[in-house]
């Protein structure tokens, strides 16, 4: 399928690239993630209820849309590029589209990746590679078959690592995101660093978030990952490294094993001061912040004609130093009411 975008007022060409994306607190804003879909083969515990209602087809973006949003932020100086979803491989066309968005590759774009849970990996992972993808990122929270049918509610842990396997035969370097649950998966982090480090992989540990009503009570799966550092630096030589991927993580390299593993810590350690990433969703709503609710709608200057230059700029003046996240059992909802599959995992 050939992705035409739709015609939409860009910045103008000729002049190389427009001026670079800047909030008010300086910050260069050059990493997109976009949500290519809300919907999910899964329906993770902390990320979405079991008894979702996702969006109506026609309030998606169309693919072009997506290209012609994506092609804009290029234009304004967005050196990484990351689809998400809820599930992005579950999106009819999505190889279409990695295969448009890769034309960016080199000009003026340094990377295209994904996060994806793995499910449908295993039939797509040779054409992400043909398509220009090197990296992906893959959420994985436990190697117990149980355990990740109890967490993932609907899936079935072979498929995944299946596809991981698949992945790492067709050339993709593998990130392995694991989100910390206490009393869940907290005894198995050595295993899967032990895992991690056999195949190859990097691991990245993440708090869990504070973001949609998901049935349950976070405060009792909440797990600090500063704590977890301590516990690992009990057996482990923990290095910190300068090292970024574009993203939140703080890396360490394990001396025993010289693989990298790195933490995500939204709650014990905020990492606003350093944000350099805006949302994309599914709807073309715009957001600044994971944890605020302040949005610019795109998918309305899109679908207007209207200037794309003007409302990118516009909206990096709305762009908040920082979120406001808090896991405390007196909060009766959640810091953020929608779900993570809204807005991009």
């Not at 355990?147 to 072979?158: D, E, N, P, S, V």
């Not at 995500?264 to 350690?269: A, E, G, R, V």
């Not at 909206?315 to 779900?339: N, Q, Y």
Request: hydrophobic share 40%; glycine share 8%.
């Amino acid at each position: 399928m050939m992705i035409v975008p739709p015609p939409v007022r860009l910045p103008v060409a000729g002049a190389g690239m427009a001026a670079p994306l800047v909030d008010n607190y300086g910050r260069t804003i050059n990493y997109l993630r976009v949500s290519v879909t809300d919907r999910c083969d899964f329906r993770c515990v902390y990320c979405m209820s079991e008894t979702m209602t996702f969006l109506p087809r026609s309030e998606v973006l169309s693919l072009e849309e997506i290209d012609t949003l994506a092609t804009a932020f290029v234009r304004r100086g967005t050196r990484k590029l990351r689809l998400t979803g809820g599930e992005p491989l579950v999106r009819r066309g999505i190889i279409d589209l990695v295969r448009s968005l890769t034309r960016h590759l080199g000009n003026g774009l340094d990377e295209l990746t994904l996060t994806t849970n793995g499910s449908q990996l295993a039939r797509h992972a040779a054409d992400l590679h043909a398509a220009g993808v090197r990296r992906i990122n893959v959420s994985l929270d436990t190697l117990c078959p149980d355990k990740f049918a109890a967490i993932t509610r609907w899936g079935k842990l072979a498929p995944v690592l299946e596809g991981i396997a698949a992945a790492t035969r067709a050339g993709l370097h593998i990130k392995i995101n694991m989100v910390a649950l206490k009393g869940v998966n907290d005894g198995e982090i050595g295993d899967m660093l032990a895992w991690c480090a056999a195949a190859g992989h990097d691991l990245v540990l993440i708090e869990t978030m504070p973001l949609g009503d998901v049935e349950g009570d976070r405060l009792d799966r909440y797990l600090p990952l500063k704590t977890v550092r301590r516990d690992l630096e009990r057996r482990l030589t923990l290095v910190d490294l300068p090292d970024s991927t574009g993203g939140p993580a703080r890396y360490v390299r394990i001396a025993e094993t010289g693989q990298r593993l790195g933490f995500i810590t939204p709650l014990t350690h905020n990492f606003c001061e350093t944000c350099n990433r805006v949302r994309l969703t599914a709807t073309g709503m715009l957001y600044l912040c994971l944890g605020q609710d302040d949005a610019a709608d795109l998918r309305a200057v899109l679908r207007s004609g209207g200037d794309l230059d003007a409302a990118l700029d516009e909206a990096m003046t709305r762009k908040p130093k920082g979120h406001d996240f808090v896991i405390d059992r007196r909060a009766a909802r959640p810091a953020v009411a929608r779900h993570m599959s809204v807005t991009g995992g």
